[in-house]
């Protein structure tokens, strides 16, 4: 049951696109929950809290990420006394329309179909503040909340997965987009998973049906790929810098995925746009 409805109207004035509240959440149990015609986007910087939804209660602690859309409702219930909460109203009309314009945000984030939690670790909690706090001292207009979402988004785009995927193995997916983790092979996305290299194993089987030899493959095969279209770099230094050092090897890799050798798809797709011929 809700009593308290809140609008963005009242919220956001003076044409600004969002409004960031930082803020100490007390241990009182919340008597109901709140509505809102806002979509909002709020993080635990410090401590833990309950965070109250209609159908039961989550506990959150620090560098929990949520996103609720406009017309969830919700409470939240501090636990202790240092649980802090930032929070960000964000107008409706902006979020709608950067669904449209992105097909790739579809199904996650605010488009979820039920409120979205991720965690981040503590690396990429600093790179939030920073974020907000460009944000802070920026006009507060549509383009400056874009320019703090859209490298969010793509900074937590994973692959998709059931939605009971662990957070360690979400985690060391996204990890694995950088090229210091997949030079490292298995190991690497092991090593960012923090599981023993069985269980990261089951459990990867399990979730994506591939081994983590085959997903950093992949990566280490799109990295190639990216190389060969868009540097001169020769075939040799981009498997090296791929952590795959044997050419034999590195050859068989990327004609097994994009069925054609390196050197064809360089001749195939790369394009001179700097000093065309």
């Given at each position: 049951m809700t009593d308290i409805a809140l609008n963005y109207r009242e919220i956001l004035k003076g044409g600004v696109?969002?409004?960031?509240?930082?803020?100490?959440?007390?241990?009182?149990?919340?008597?109901a929950l709140h509505s809102q015609d806002f979509h909002e986007l709020f993080w635990v910087q410090n401590g833990h809290i309950r965070h109250h939804l209609p159908d039961g209660v989550a506990s959150l602690s620090e560098g929990a990420l949520v996103f609720m859309r406009a017309g969830d409702a919700h409470a939240l219930q501090g636990r202790g006394s240092d649980a802090l909460v930032v929070s960000l109203t964000l107008h409706p009309s902006l979020i709608d329309a950067l669904g449209k314009r992105h097909a790739i945000i579809q199904g996650k984030f605010f488009w979820a179909d039920t409120p979205q939690t991720l965690h981040l670790d503590t690396k990429a909690l600093i790179h939030l503040n920073q974020a907000t706090m460009r944000l802070e001292n920026s006009p507060l207009d549509r383009f400056s909340v874009e320019a703090f979402l859209l490298p969010l988004f793509s900074e937590l785009l994973t692959p998709d997965v059931p939605n009971d995927a662990p957070d360690w193995l979400l985690h060391a997916m996204t990890a694995a987009n950088a090229p210091k983790v997949f030079r490292e092979g298995a190991a690497g996305f092991v090593a960012q998973a923090g599981q023993s290299h069985a269980h990261v194993s089951r459990t990867m089987k399990r979730v994506t049906g591939i081994s983590p030899s085959d997903f950093i493959n992949e990566k280490r095969m799109a990295h190639a790929a990216r190389q060969l279209i868009g540097t001169s770099e020769s075939l040799q230094d981009i498997a090296t810098d791929c952590g795959i050092p044997n050419l034999s090897h590195f050859h068989k890799l990327f004609r097994t995925t994009y069925k054609l050798t390196p050197h064809a798809y360089r001749r195939k797709f790369q394009r001179h746009v700097v000093q065309p011929e």
């Open positions: 696109a969002v409004h960031i509240t930082r803020a100490q959440v007390t241990p009182t149990r919340p008597k």
